[in-house]
């Protein structure tokens, strides 16, 4: 980790009673990274997280909780264009693979990193790195309200 990443990281742990602190605290399953094989427009970025969101909500949200957190920004090696960085957590272990595949599968064609969440990298708060104010972000879910998040 860098000493930009490492004192936004100090920061953000210190400010408790942030968003940002609030996931930072929660369970996830995976930190992701989706490059687009098409320079996209920050609106397409974040309606495909969007549109990825909802495919899995429609085909296991009654099954299981399942909660996503994304950030869209510009590449910075690439003149144009913007990427996603998401956090997922699905709440029942035997939907964790079949919901990884279908993430795959929805992004096919596409460079994606999906990896083991690891509490104890800054996953939360690189993708907070800009704040939460004039980015693209969201957090979806089909049980925030009992997670305690309303940011509305």
Do not use: A
């Amino acid at each position: 980790m860098d000493n930009k990443s490492l004192l936004n990281t100090i920061r953000c742990l210190r400010r408790t009673d942030t968003l940002e602190y609030k996931l930072f605290k929660m369970p996830w399953k995976w930190w992701c990274t989706v490059s687009y094989s098409s320079e996209l427009h920050r609106d397409t970025c974040r309606d495909t997280m969007t549109m990825m969101y909802n495919h899995i909500e429609e085909k296991y949200g009654d099954k299981t909780e399942i909660r996503m957190f994304y950030t869209t920004e510009p590449f910075s090696t690439r003149d144009e264009g913007h990427h996603n960085h998401f956090v997922l957590d699905v709440g029942k272990e035997k939907y964790h693979y079949p919901i990884k595949k279908d993430l795959e599968k929805f992004l096919v064609g596409n460079r994606i990193h999906i990896e083991k969440y690891d509490e104890y990298k800054p996953c939360i708060f690189y993708c907070t790195k800009e704040g939460l104010y004039h980015t693209d972000w969201d957090i979806l879910g089909n049980n925030l309200k009992q997670d305690g998040i309303d940011y509305d």
